[in-house]
T-cell receptor, first 111, second 115 residues
Framework: NAGVTQTPKFQVLKTGQSMTLQCAQD?????MYWYRQDPGMGLRLIYY???????DKGEVPNGYNVSRLNKREFSLRLESAAPSQTSVYFC??????????FGDGTRLSIL | AQSVAQPEDQVNVAEGNPLTVKCTYS??????LFWYVQYPNRGLQFLLK??????LVKGSYGFEAEFNKSQTSFHLKKPSALVSDSALYFC?????????????FGAGTRLTVKP
């Protein structure tokens, strides 16, 4: 029962450390997205990729980088983690004019 | 730019009673409206959408939503709530461009259904 797979599910980092969040989809969709979810703020778009080889900034891109490795995979990198980046991160994918399909999230704590 | 407001952080209803979760939106052009549900430690799951056509949209798990253009609202409803409906509900709007990068989510409403 596939869809969107995110790894890891949980992670604790120290301030200044780096890490990469992985996302893979098997829905053959072109578009992929990274969101962060914070209490009382809903979901905010960090970066998105409309197709393989392209990436664009969303609402809150500062402190993040992304790579669209191929059609299936879209990774999010924190180069130097900060406590303000403590959040739940969701990857999503979609087809044109379709609802988004979400992974189960990565819960990231930065101390 | 698009925006969504969910005016209630929390909605409490008794099992068997009707429920309404409110959503209002602001968008240029024709809106594409969505409702998602989130259970603990899970991603958002699609419930229903309005693109065009009938103002009353039916979705998964017995939920429906009414699009009201004059009031710029898209309230989620269910005639008879179940305890298992307890979850976090998000309204989302996308502008007429159809670009998903324009999607904006509300802050969410926590629905609690008590036995």
């Amino acid at each position: 029962n596939a869809g969107v797979t995110q790894t890891p599910k949980f992670q604790v980092l120290k301030t200044g450390q780096s890490m990469t969040l992985q996302c893979a989809q098997d829905m053959n969709h072109n578009s992929m997205y990274w969101y962060r979810q914070d209490p009382g703020m809903g979901l905010r778009l960090i970066y998105y990729s409309a197709s393989e080889g392209t990436t664009d900034k969303g609402e809150v891109p500062n402190g993040y980088n992304v790579s669209r490795l191929n059609k299936r995979e879209f990774s999010l990198r924190l180069e130097s983690a900060a406590p303000s980046q403590t959040s739940v991160y969701f990857c999503a994918t979609t087809g044109v004019y379709q609802p988004q399909h979400f992974g189960d999230g990565t819960r990231l704590s930065i101390l | 730019a698009q925006s969504v407001a969910q005016p209630e952080d929390q909605v409490n209803v008794a099992e068997g009673n009707p429920l309404t979760v409110k959503c209002t939106y602001s968008v240029s052009g024709n809106p594409y409206l969505f409702w998602y549900v989130q259970y603990p430690n899970r991603g958002l799951q699609f419930l229903l959408k309005y693109i065009t056509g009938d103002n009353l949209v039916k979705g998964s798990y017995g939920f429906e939503a009414e699009f009201n253009k004059s009031q710029t609202s898209f309230h989620l409803k269910k005639p008879s709530a179940l305890v298992s409906d307890s979850a976090l509900y998000f309204c989302a709007v996308r502008g007429g461009s159809g670009n998903n990068n324009d999607m904006r989510f509300g802050a969410g409403t926590r629905l609690t259904v008590k036995p």
